[in-house]
T-cell receptor, first 111, second 115 residues
Framework: KQEVTQIPAALSVPEGENLVLNCSFT??????LQWFRQDPGKGLTSLLL?????REQTSGRLNASLDKSSGRSTLYIAASQPGDSATYLC??????????FGGGTRLMVKP | KAGVTQTPRYLIKTRGQQVTLSCSPI?????VSWYQQTPGQGLQFLFE???????NKGNFPGRFSGRQFSNSRSEMNVSTLELGDSALYLC??????????????FGPGTRLTVL
């Protein structure tokens, strides 16, 4: 059974700092890995999708990497802003057409 | 292109009642999945539908059921509601629900409160 873990569970940083969120998964037989953002009480916004054959994806100030063999992914956020404050969720897409989610990292960026 | 829509956005029910939630996927998307989000358990997969067929089901009791219509819209039903069913129910759609390039797009969710 696939298990996804995110570290840290919560993070508070001053504005402008670069930061890294970590995600690990137990079963490397994945189709892809997605990073999502969730604002309080809202749905999920897809940030980046990394296919199983890829090593990284970039969108603006976000960069996500994938090391399938070691079961790890990182989300790098450059020059953080208060608007980046949200919960970030990592999810792996397995056979069975389902996403398995980590517990999330709650990020607070202070002005 | 309109995103995934879910109705209603908020529901309050009492124990023992039943509830139906609705999800309209992005136009052209044929796969619809449902997830339950609670503070204690996080996000958990309920089921996935493709072309009106349930292709996969998570580990939830039979009180949770769903269906998909020919226009890809989906409904989920929870019968005999329990207090523990209080959660945010999220619907996601994708083109075909499989493969390495298939991005899941989520709706805003339905907040269900069971009293």
């Amino acid at each position: 059974k696939q298990e996804v873990t995110q570290i840290p569970a919560a993070l508070s940083v001053p504005e402008g700092e670069n930061l890294v969120l970590n995600c690990s998964f137990t079963d490397s037989a994945i189709y892809n890995l997605q990073w999502f953002r969730q604002d309080p009480g809202k749905g999920l916004t897809s940030l980046l999708l990394i296919q199983s054959s890829q090593r990284e994806q970039t969108s603006g100030r976000l960069n996500a990497s994938l090391d399938k063999s070691s079961g790890r992914s990182t989300l790098y956020i450059a020059a953080s802003q208060p608007g980046d404050s949200a919960t970030y969720l990592c999810a792996v897409y397995n056979a069975g057409n389902m996403l398995t989610f980590g517990g999330g990292t709650r990020l607070m960026v202070k002005p | 292109k309109a995103g995934v829509t879910q109705t209603p956005r908020y529901l309050i029910k009492t124990r023992g009642q039943q509830v139906t939630l609705s999800c309209s996927p992005i136009s052209g998307h044929r796969s619809v999945s449902w997830y339950q989000q609670t503070p204690g358990q996080g996000l958990q997969f309920l089921f996935e539908y493709f072309s009106e067929t349930q292709r996969n089901k998570g580990n939830f009791p039979g009180r949770f059921s769903g269906r998909q219509f020919s226009n890809s819209r989906s409904e989920m039903n929870v019968s005999t509601l329990e207090l523990g069913d209080s959660a945010l129910y999220l619907c996601a759609s994708s083109l075909d629900g499989g493969g390495s390039t298939d991005t899941q797009y989520f709706g805003p969710g339905t907040r269900l409160t069971v009293l």
